[in-house]
């Protein structure tokens, strides 16, 4: 069963610490990439890797930052999370530009 | 702006009925993409149709795409209460990624 599994679901944060939000994909794709949801926003691109340690910021790469190094795992940091960084993140995984799979997402409340 | 958008925020059906949601775009495409999001979940692809095509089903889906207007829509039939989610087409530009629209929360009523 091909798919792209995110850890953890939920996570509440204070402000100003740091937050390690995980995904896998067990399909060996190259590329994967990291959204995050609000409402009224839709889905914006965080970060795009093209393989291991190929990574490149997407529109709102601000405040985040992004590791590779295995090809099936694909993480998002958090150096000192802030108010504004709540919300629901996506991490995806693709073949070329067209087959795409998501994560059901990870629920981020910083308070 | 939203290099793909529907043009609708919200639709009800019941269940049995048709339901068409429109998405306009803006840049020039390679293909264009339909994806679902039930409340909870991830999006999930639906239909992929490409610039050369002209119309692609599946299932109980159908897309068009109209390169000449830079648009298209996608067309559930026989509505199901399990189709009530988001629904959002989406670009590729230069291979950078997904750009999404909005979406259209569509709501099928039994």
């Known amino acids: 069963d091909m798919k792209v599994t995110q850890m953890p679901r939920y996570l509440i944060k204070r402000m100003g610490e740091n937050v390690l939000l995980e995904c896998g994909q067990d399909?060996?794709?190259?590329?994967m990439y990291w959204y995050r949801q609000d409402p009224g926003l839709g889905l914006q691109l965080i970060y795009i890797?093209?393989?291991?340690?190929?990574?490149s910021e997407g529109d709102i790469p601000k405040g985040y930052r992004v590791s590779r190094k295995k090809r099936e795992h694909f993480s998002l940091i958090l150096d000192s999370a802030k108010t504004n960084q709540t919300s629901v993140y996506f991490c995806?995984?693709?073949?070329?530009?067209?087959?795409?799979?998501f994560g059901s997402g990870t629920r981020l409340l910083v308070i | 702006s939203q290099l793909a958008e529907e043009n609708l925020w919200a639709l009800s059906v019941h269940e049995g009925e048709s339901v068409t949601v429109n998405c306009s775009y803006k840049?020039?495409?390679?293909?264009l993409q339909w994806y679902r999001q039930k409340s909870g979940e991830g999006p999930a692809q639906l239909i992929l149709?490409?610039?050369?095509?002209r119309e692609k089903r599946n299932g109980r889906l159908r897309a068009t795409l109209d390169t000449s207007s830079q648009s298209s829509s996608l067309s559930i039939t026989a509505t199901r209460c399990e189709d009530t989610a988001v629904y959002f087409c989406?670009?590729?530009?230069?291979?950078?990624?997904?750009?999404f629209g909005l979406g259209t929360r569509v709501s099928v009523f039994p």
């Open positions: 995806a995984s693709s073949s070329g530009d067209s087959d795409y799979t």
């Open positions: 399909m060996s794709h190259e590329t």
């Open positions: 890797s093209y393989d291991v340690d190929s990574n």
């Open positions: 840049t020039s495409i390679t293909a």
């Open positions: 149709i490409r610039s050369n095509e």
């Open positions: 989406a670009t590729a530009p230069y291979a950078q990624g997904l750009t």
